[in-house]
């Protein structure tokens, strides 16, 4: 199972290059995306054992990661076949092969159970995603993809450094294992100043893959000039396979007894990118480097409820699922919007809902579902991890948590009214551009989704979010 969740979306990537119809290659994007979340919901039904001490295997935390990115990539994929067709002059022979080899790269890092080779999974989605970036092939979009490779690429290598710094700390064994379990038995031999370091490394290597502040400068650059859907699958399912690297650490961390550490260093960071994204979205005028600065909040929210732990953690846990898809929404709603008006900029487009009721629906929908208004399950999640926050007595953080939040709900609806409500601008009808069932249905099905986790928390999906908090904190 394991192996397959890696290599069908490999071998759907090689039959899309092969094939030379620029008109149904885009029917692999779905096709193996359905295929892979069969292969998903196959897994989840088995609960077959953990391997221990291999290489590969599917713990409840990938078991979490897996589902989440299958789900909005399959989401995605559908609404890839609305937006290629509307594209098909630029043709998608690399676009659509790497989307698929994105898909398998986050399923390897998902399943990966030894630091090497989550290390290998995380850089092969850099690779594989970049030329996604690319796709509009002009200056702004060639100059977001340099950033993202560079950064990333710096981050990355810091990673490793850190993974080497790990495994020194458990010098003078024979033998060093990067495997997890290996690690987690030995971890509280390992020399403190030395995990320490690695730690401190780690974290700034994959928090700039998930776009901690101040590590998210590619962000808005990646985010405003991807396609829509790239977006989406960057900010719901990139952020959340950089976010179980860093849950891969933390393990250690606990197990090495340095859990406290740890805890503080994401609760730094934390506060740190709220207050980034709460400066940057007052008065953006760009709405979709606005979900760029959107996401660096999320990602501050899910390390502050991993630096409270506790209950915390599991609303983090929780709060990855409904960040991931909301951004789906977000993403794909604001790319319907970007094509009809051929702009991304707040003072050239207005009116969005006249034009474009459903999507700009969506788009203000999705709003309120980010910024944590109820009935969401994002509203869910961060009432957990605010309780957790007071619960352990940080009374200073928790004020510090909702006036950021408050600033940013602000912030975020000045742009998203200004591009959704009054009469259309004159861009209105510069492209000529139309709904359809495949460019708003998939949006449409992830905020359903959301609204169900606000209303009703289903028993499996809160034992699967139970367990992958579990792994890195005891939930009383």
């Known amino acids: 199972m394991t192996t397959l969740l890696v290599l069908i979306p490999l071998l759907f990537a090689a039959a899309a290059y092969v094939l030379p119809s620029d008109r149904w290659r885009p029917w692999f994007l779905p096709v193996g995306g359905f295929v892979h979340l069969g292969l998903v919901l196959k897994m989840l039904a088995e609960d077959a054992p953990l391997p221990v001490g291999a290489w590969v295997g599917i713990d409840p935390l990938g078991r979490l990661i ?29 676009f659509v092969p790497c989307l698929l080899l994105f898909l398998s790269a986050m399923s390897l890092a998902a399943e990966a159970r030894h630091l090497g080779l989550l290390w290998v999974a995380v850089e092969a989605t850099t690779l594989a995603s970049a030329p996604l970036i690319y796709y509009n092939r002009n200056r702004l979009s060639i100059e977001a993809t340099w950033k993202y490779l560079l950064l990333c690429s710096v ?22 294992s ?6 987690l038995a030995a971890a509280a031999h390992f020399s403190r100043p030395w995990l320490r370091a690695g730690f401190v490394f780690l974290l700034v290597g994959f928090g700039t893959k998930a776009g901690f502040a101040p590590l998210h400068t590619w962000k808005p650059d990646a985010y405003g000039e991807a396609p829509g859907m790239v977006g989406a699958l960057l900010a719901g399912g990139l952020t959340s396979i950089a976010f179980m690297a860093l849950m891969r650490v933390m393990q250690v961390m606990a197990a090495a007894g340095e859990a406290e550490v740890a805890r503080q260093a994401f609760v ?40 409270i732990g506790g209950v915390a953690t599991f ?40 034009v474009l009721p459903l999507s700009a629906s969506l788009f203000i929908a999705g709003f309120l579902a980010v910024t944590g208004s109820p009935p969401f399950g994002v509203f869910i999640s961060e009432f957990t991890i605010l309780r957790g926050v007071f619960s352990a007595g940080h009374f200073t953080l928790g004020g510090y948590f909702l006036v950021m939040l408050s600033v940013i709900f602000v912030g975020m609806g000045s742009t998203v009214l200004a591009v959704t409500l009054g009469p259309p601008s004159e861009r209105a009808n510069k492209v000529d551009y139309q709904e359809t069932l495949l460019t708003t249905g998939p949006p449409l099905v992830m905020l359903l989704l959301v609204l169900v986790l606000g209303l009703y928390l289903p028993e499996p999906v809160r034992k699967l979010v139970l367990d992958a908090a579990g792994l890195v904190e005891v939930i009383r």
């Open 178 to 183: 990067l495997q997890l379990d290996d690690l």
């Open 66 to 94: 897996l589902i989440v990115v299958s789900v909005l990539y399959c989401c995605c994929a559908v609404y890839g076949l609305g937006y290629l067709r509307f594209r098909l002059k630029w043709g998608n022979r690399v």
């Open 155 to 176: 981050g990355i290598a810091l990673a490793m450094l850190g993974i080497l710094f790990v495994a020194y700390s458990g010098l003078p064994k024979e033998h060093i």
């Open 268 to 307: 730094a960071m934390g506060s740190l990118s709220l207050f980034f994204a709460a400066v940057f979205v007052i008065k953006q005028p760009d709405f979709k480097r606005l979900l760029a600065y959107s996401s660096v909040e999320h990602m501050g929210i899910l390390a502050i409820g991993i630096g």
């Open 315 to 354: 609303g983090a846990m929780l709060h990855m699922v409904n960040n991931a898809l909301t951004k789906g929404v977000l993403f794909l709603a604001a790319g319907n919007i970007h094509r009809r008006f051929d702009s991304k900029r707040r003072g050239e487009v207005a009116g969005a809902i006249t």
